[in-house]
């Protein structure tokens, strides 16, 4: 603990460098004192609520399914996933959010849900408005620019009833890469993601709604996307750690809150999907950067993971990975693997001990990602 107290202080100290600002990720993750998230808490939770709480699922329409609805009010679900479909209009939009967050839901699990979505600007948009520029214009503008739409893409979320997005992405646009080709990313060198990138996250946080730095290790080196093909990221641990993870290190030291694992094989690492490697997810991630908030795969029915298997076998090993939240863009996927969890805690495959602290990362996260 102390070491990661160092280094979060190194991470701050280099910050005002970059002009950053007040960053307060860490007020977004809470001490768990008296709450949902306390230890006592959560060792109450039923086995399948302790499943439940490792899944975010997505489904179609304005209207959530009944089996939505079920898995919210049975503790079997942490939150959702909205994408352009399931927001027609602004209006509908919030609408949807709202009865979402209004059913009732079982002690202990009663904060809000977490309401997710792809906000990244340029070609990633789910909704109108802010950002009205790609990551690659926020990071030639500056960190000045990027954190004021950071701010204001916060409030557009927030005023939908959104409390997470999927953004910014800390990638290094590295030339040849689809991040670079596509303008997701805020430069090609990591000292220009960071200089940027990371202050749209904090514009985030002071707006009320918790960033997601992604693609960890780094996905900046891809070819084509990991929706669509399988990724092998033929670089060096030491090239990984020196280049792509850096604007990851100053994000985790900033106490951000939410981390997405990538789904590209990274050889030098494992020959698993990143999601999927306990020496991604919990080595890197959480041992040599000090990591303490939620990790989230990305999404879990893209072809990438398609050639590694279904939703059992793609949940289950992010789960022992490491990985706390699974990300399905299909219900009945989510379903699957909680059930395939359930199965393995109940049998004992699972240890309680480890799923607990899981749970209680993100129920940290729930109680409080729109206190900005």
């Known amino acids: 603990m102390a070491r990661i107290k160092r280094r979060r202080r190194i991470a701050v100290a280099a910050a005002g460098g970059l002009a950053i600002g007040a960053f307060a990720f860490g007020a977004a993750l809470g001490d768990g004192t008296g709450s949902s998230s306390s230890p006592s808490a959560v060792a109450k939770l039923p086995l ?23 898995m919210v009010r049975t503790g079997r679900l942490a939150g959702v996933i909205l994408f352009a479909e399931n927001l027609p209009s602004r209006a509908a939009g919030r609408r949807l959010i709202r ?29 109108d408005g802010a950002p009205v520029v790609s990551a690659r214009q926020m990071g030639a503008r500056g960190a000045d620019f990027s954190r004021q739409q950071g701010r204001a893409t916060a ?62 290790p780094g996905l900046g080196s891809a070819p084509e996307n ?14 990984l750690r020196a280049v792509d993870e850096q604007p990851y290190r100053l994000f985790v030291g900033l106490g951000g809150e939410l981390v997405m694992l990538s789904t590209a094989i990274y050889p030098a690492f494992s020959p698993l999907p990143g999601a999927f490697a306990r020496p991604i997810a919990t080595g890197e991630l959480r041992r040599r950067l000090g990591f303490e908030g939620v990790s989230i795969t990305d999404a879990l029915e893209s072809v990438a993971v398609e050639d590694f298997g279904g939703p059992v076998k793609a949940g289950t090993a992010a789960v022992e990975a490491g990985a706390d939240l699974l990300l399905f863009a299909d219900y009945r996927a989510a379903g699957e693997a909680g059930r395939a969890l359930l199965r393995r805690l109940r049998n004992g495959s699972y240890a309680r ?19 900005g």
């Open 226 to 239: 990991t929706d669509f093909a399988v990724q092998r990221i033929k670089l060096s641990k030491e090239e």
């Open 48 to 70: 399948s609520q302790l499943a439940g709480q490792r899944l975010v699922a997505g489904f179609s329409g304005a209207e959530a399914p009944p089996a939505v609805k079920r």
């Open 353 to 371: 001990g480890p799923f607990e602290r899981s749970v209680a990362r993100v129920l940290r996260l729930r109680r409080s990602p729109g206190d």
């Open 155 to 216: 409030a557009n979320l927030r005023d939908l009833g959104v409390n997470v997005d999927l953004a910014p992405v800390l990638d290094v646009a590295r030339p040849g890469g689809t991040i670079a080709a596509t303008d997701r990313g805020f430069g090609s060198s990591a000292a220009q993601v960071s200089a940027t990138a990371i202050p749209f996250a904090a514009g985030l946080r002071q707006g009320g709604v918790a960033a997601t730095a992604k693609h960890f």
């Open 99 to 127: 009865r979402l967050q209004a059913i009732r839901r079982p002690p202990g699990l009663r904060d809000p849900l977490l309401v997710m979505i792809d906000q990244e600007g340029g070609l990633v948009k789910r909704v």
